[in-house]
């Protein structure tokens, strides 16, 4: 990924001059460039999530990339992880070339706007052949991700049109449906931990979200987990409410190719822990079935915490997948128990994740797979580094733009 042949040293180091700039002024310039980008071209906010957009968090997000991309120009494969999780995002939601010219137009526009005379005509002319050096990057990538989907056994490009066969409710707010392809055709194999992109018709607009798969690969369906988002009114997630409203037994939905970046090392015989809090148990779920189908002999220890027993989701499973399997052992968080929840025994600890359990259950030679809210991934990402574990043992999935945070080692 070190394609800065259309730069020179001299180039690199001017362009790099601008990190500190971007860096301050990074979420002003991505406000500036979507408010611009959205006014002049309506059709690209199906791309984005409208809640993320309203938050702030797109923005930021878009922000984090930019700098940091610019800061690594001349060793774009330091942030190669990142690079691939927004490579993956991107695939799910249809992005093609011809979007990253437009991005790139509306980008300048909005550096140059909030820089001002910092941005010379010099600078600003390196700036856009930086641009389009990190653009190429992304593009074959992702025209590279798009081959590999479309030509496996089952898969294809774009998205696909699929039927919902089933449509269950997995605890307050959440429900599971399973969706099988229109065509009859199967469907591809998937890595256990990756997501699915569905595209739904919602008023003017078509409006994508990704939705983890939740089973083991092999069935004849997919099984996705839907949170139902953000508050009601304006400010509910359209797809999610959409979905857990309307969608019914019957409904054609269309979907994208599985994809993502936090998957499962099944090849691996070393010992597994897997960490949710709340919707993100969803790719641990599918992490759990194939690790009972195909390695049953490996260590697997899950700590999954919730606010209480009615948003405890796929509690059956869960509990039946542990009793299967000796070698696997869960704890169960309750951070906000019920009287019922205690007299039913559906939880194990009350309160949180926290050091103490983190320091008993993790050895210092497992995988970790993490996932939920930024805060619940932050901590225990910080804890388990400061408690000896690495890096590269740290395997996680956040949910939203591919926000970069950081996490204190000391």
């Known amino acids: 990924m070190t394609q800065t042949a259309t730069l020179s040293g001299n180039d690199i180091a001017i362009a790099k001059s601008l990190v500190p700039a971007l860096k301050e002024h990074g979420k002003e310039i ?19 999530n409208h809640n993320n957009q309203r938050a702030g968090l797109q923005q930021e997000a878009l922000a984090t990339a930019v700098y940091e991309a610019v800061a690594n120009l001349d060793h774009l494969e330091n942030i190669l992880p990142v690079v691939k999780h927004i490579a993956h995002k991107h695939c799910s939601l249809g992005v093609q070339p011809e979007h990253y010219p437009i991005v790139g137009e509306y980008l300048t526009m909005a550096v140059q706007q909030v820089l001002g005379e910092q941005a010379t005509p010099e600078i ?7 641009y389009n050096v990190i653009a190429d990057a992304f593009i074959q990538l ?43 055709e199967a469907l591809p194999a998937y890595e256990p931990g990756q997501y699915v992109c569905v595209r739904a018709q919602i008023g003017k607009f078509h409006h994508l979200r990704q939705y983890s798969l939740t089973e083991a690969p092999g069935k004849k369906h997919f099984r996705i987990g839907v949170k139902c988002e953000g508050q009601e009114g304006s400010h509910a997630g359209k797809v999610s409410s959409y979905l857990h409203e309307q969608a019914s037994q019957g409904d054609v939905l269309e979907l994208s190719c599985p994809g993502g970046v936090f998957t499962l090392d099944h090849t691996s015989s070393r010992p597994v822990v897997l960490l949710g809090a709340g919707i993100g148990i969803t790719p641990l779920l599918s992490m759990l079935y194939t690790l009972r189908e195909r390695q049953p002999e490996r260590t697997v220890v899950l700590g999954y ?9 796929f509690a059956d499973e869960i509990a039946h997948l542990v009793r299967d399997n000796e070698q696997v052992s869960a704890t169960i968080f309750y951070e906000q128990p019920a009287v019922e929840d205690e007299q039913a025994g559906r939880f194990d600890r009350a309160g949180r994740i926290d050091a103490a359990w983190l320091q008993d259950q993790v050895s210092l030679d497992a995988e970790v797979y993490l996932c939920g809210p930024r805060g619940f991934m932050q901590g225990i990402l910080t804890t388990l580094l400061k408690q000896g574990l690495k890096p590269e043992q740290l395997h996680y999935e956040i949910f939203g733009p591919a ?8």
Not at 41 to 46: D, F, M, R, S
Not at 167 to 184: C, R, S, V
């Open 142 to 184: 992702e025209q590279e991700i798009y081959r590999q989907g479309a030509e496996q056994s089952g898969g294809w490009s774009g998205f696909k049109r699929f039927v919902v066969k089933r449509k269950e409710q997995e605890g307050e707010g959440l429900i599971a449906l399973y969706l099988e392809p229109e065509d009859g």
């Open 124 to 130: 600003l002319s390196i700036w856009k052949r930086a």
């Open 305 to 313: 915490a919730v606010r209480n027993g009615e948003y405890h989701a």
């Open 30 to 48: 991505t406000t500036i460039f979507y408010a611009t980008l959205f006014r002049d071209y309506p059709e690209l906010l199906n791309i984005f």
């Open 403 to 410: 926000l970069a945070f950081a996490v204190s080692q000391e």
